[in-house]
């Protein structure tokens, strides 16, 4: 798939091949004419300095001839080694149009050169003369090659005139192409530019047009872009979401009619079991009942009848209230109390309850009716089974930022297949005995819905040893 970005990529490095071929054509054609430049001033360079060195050797000579010490006769010689360095610097100079002219000049320069060894040669001999007649001469001679440099350099000047016509013409138009390359590259680039923002705009208002219409509502507008790139990606997902969307709505308008008569169906099975109901015993007639039983037992004498009769009507009148609020723990442990004096009066000395509670954790809100159905299932499979009967042990404490309320007997144990049953919220039919008639995974369930996390509940169970039941409730 081609990307935006390796289009960005390619669009740059296109624009700058193209500089760089330009500075590289530049570039080179600068260093050329600076090199032909060079290659002219250096022959002007070279004349001159034959004038100049030739002009030193007879300073010098005329130094030895007044001050004959090895001194200056040392640079003496030295003067007439620049000389033969500047006659070889002038050879490579020849052309057609300086070769008689030259020739007579290198010509000058060795009998200058000759000159001055005869004027030392006099000089060492004492012919002060002799000596003086070709000093004579030598600045004669030097006097010659300052004029024909001159001449050679003329001719210099009048043979490159056409050149430097030629360089001036070349570098205007040089300018010329420059500019019209530049414009040319401009317009391309632009061109270019207009086309590649056109690729990625264009799209985009097809997906902003097509996101305006899905939030009119309307789902059925197909979004399709026929690039290559991260848009046309970009664009197929935002088509599936659509899709998505539009499967969704239409579910939902399913799970609505659903529910509607789901609601209808629940209203006539309401209206029926409140038909059904009319047929029972009333349970606040009941409760009535039992605290008149109460009162009379009390009143004959038989008090623990009566205390009997109350902790059944407590447990009563609790479960009538809805199972859905919340109580704090105080009153749950309260009915929890009643329900297992009537236990103790079941079971007498074969059941032992052991209570350790924190006071400072009693105002913790709870789900009504959760920890009687769980004392239940310990009574009912951990003493009632045992001839001897069990313990049961209830502990409310606080671990660092956790009430932890902990329900254990010393029963048989419960299976491993059972705590997971009842830890993935599967519902079996209730036990039998169960006076609320609340199963271990409804109180799981409730737990887990009213606390906002999985974790709140923990059982393990060990073969023959017994069954723990861990709350752990973050304060």
């Not at 997906?207 to 197909?222: I, R």
């Not at 009143?299 to 809805?322: C, M, P």
Request: net charge negative.
């Amino acid at each position: 798939m081609t990307s935006i970005q390796k289009k960005i990529l390619t669009l740059t490095t296109v624009v700058l091949v193209i500089m760089s071929v330009i500075w590289i054509a530049l570039t080179y054609y600068n260093h050329k004419t600076h090199k032909q430049y060079n290659d002219i001033l250096q022959r002007y360079l070279s004349m001159n300095e034959v004038t100049k060195a030739s002009q030193q050797l007879v300073t010098d000579l005329n130094n030895y001839t007044i001050d004959p010490t090895p001194d200056s006769l040392d640079q003496l010689t030295a003067s007439k080694e620049k000389v033969q360095q500047a006659k070889y610097g002038v050879h490579h100079l020849r052309n057609t149009e300086n070769d008689f002219t030259l020739t007579n000049y290198m010509n000058l320069i060795d009998s200058l050169v000759e000159a001055t060894d005869r004027s030392i040669m006099f000089q060492s001999e004492n012919d002060t003369e002799a000596s003086a007649q070709e000093f004579a001469e030598a600045t004669r001679i030097t006097t010659y090659i300052s004029e024909t440099t001159l001449t050679l350099i003329d001719t210099e000047l009048n043979t490159f005139d056409r050149f430097y016509r030629g360089i001036m013409e070349q570098s205007s138009e040089v300018i010329k192409l420059g500019i019209w390359s530049l414009l040319l590259i401009t317009c391309l680039l632009l061109l270019v530019t207009y086309w590649f923002s056109l690729t990625i705009t264009r799209p985009v208002f097809q997906l902003t047009k097509a996101a305006n219409e899905l939030s009119k509502g309307n789902f059925d507008q197909q979004v399709k872009i026929e690039t290559k790139d991260e848009i046309a990606f970009l664009a197929r997902t935002f088509d599936r979401m659509r899709i998505n969307i539009n499967n969704l709505i239409s579910e939902i308008k399913q799970k609505a009619a659903l529910e509607r008569e789901l609601q209808e169906s629940k209203l006539l099975l309401q209206e029926s079991q409140f038909r059904s109901l009319q047929s029972q015993i009333n349970p606040h007639f009941l409760f009535n009942t039992l605290n008149t039983l109460s009162k009379k037992a009390y009143l004959e004498g038989s008090e623990e009848t009566s205390d009997l009769l109350v902790s059944v009507a407590g447990i009563l009148r609790y479960n009538l209230k809805q199972q859905d609020r919340s109580v704090t723990l105080h009153d749950e442990i309260q009915v929890l109390k009643q329900y297992m004096d009537i236990q103790k009066a079941r079971f007498t000395d074969r059941l032992q309850l052991h209570w350790d509670i924190d006071e400072s954790c009693l105002d913790l809100k709870i789900p009504a009716l959760t920890l009687q159905p769980i004392i239940e299932n310990a009574v009912i499979h951990a003493v009632e089974p045992k001839e001897d009967g069990g313990n049961i042990w209830f502990r409310v404490k606080v671990e660092g930022s956790r009430i932890v309320i902990e329900i254990e007997d010393d029963g048989m144990g419960m299976p491993e297949q059972k705590i997971q049953q009842i830890l993935n919220e599967e519902s079996p039919p209730p036990t039998e005995g169960h006076s609320t008639g609340i199963g271990f995974s409804n109180v799981v369930k409730r737990l887990r819905l009213f606390y906002g996390y999985d974790d709140v509940i923990d059982i393990k169970g060990i073969q023959g040893q017994g069954t723990k039941v861990t709350l752990k409730i973050k304060c």
